[in-house]
C-alpha cells in the first residue's frame, strides 16, 4: 500500500513537471521565432514592432506575409511543449498535450483581444495553431 501511494505521488510530480517543462518549452520556442520574424520577412516600412503601442497602431501596414512567422510561431511553440508534456508525463500523454494545446489557445485568445490583427488571421491562427498541433504532438509523444 505505501509503495503504491509513493509511486502515485511521484507519477503526480513527473506529471507536474511535465506541464511545466511543456509551457517553458513551448513559450521559449515561441519568443524565438518571434524574435528572429523581423530578420526572415522585414516589417512594412514605417511600422514600429519594438513596442506593443507601436505594433497595434502599425498591424494595417502588414501583408498576408506578414503574418506568416506569427502563425509559425504560435503553431511550433504549441507543438514543442505539447511534445515534451506528452513526452514527460507518466500517464494520459495525450491528455497532458492538449492541455498545453489548451493553455496557449487561451495565449492566442488574449493576443487577439489585444492586437487588432484581421479577420481571417485570427480565425486561421486559433482555429490551426493551436489544438490541432498540440494533439499531433501528443501523439508523436505516445509512440
Do not use: C
Not at 498576408?64 to 500523454?93: C, D, E, N, W, Y
Not at 494545446?101 to 483581444?113: H, K, P, R, S, V
Amino acid at each position: 500500500m505505501t509503495r503504491k501511494v509513493l509511486s502515485r505521488g511521484r507519477i503526480t510530480v513527473i506529471n507536474i513537471l511535465a506541464v511545466l517543462a511543456g509551457v517553458t518549452v513551448g513559450s521559449l520556442v515561441n519568443m524565438a521565432i518571434v524574435t528572429l520574424s523581423g530578420s526572415v520577412i522585414p516589417p512594412p516600412e514605417g511600422a514600429d514592432i519594438t513596442t506593443m503601442e507601436g505594433l497595434r497602431a502599425s498591424l494595417h501596414l502588414f501583408e498576408p506575409k506578414h503574418f506568416l512567422m506569427p502563425f509559425l510561431a504560435h503553431a511550433s511553440g504549441t507543438f514543442s511543449g505539447a511534445l515534451v508534456a506528452g513526452m514527460i508525463a507518466r500517464t494520459s500523454q495525450k491528455w497532458f498535450a492538449l492541455g498545453i494545446g489548451f493553455f496557449f489557445l487561451a495565449g492566442g485568445i488574449a493576443n487577439a483581444f489585444m492586437l487588432p490583427s484581421p479577420v481571417w488571421f485570427t480565425l486561421v491562427d486559433l482555429i490551426l495553431a493551436y489544438l490541432p498541433v498540440a494533439y499531433l504532438g501528443g501523439k508523436i509523444a505516445g509512440k
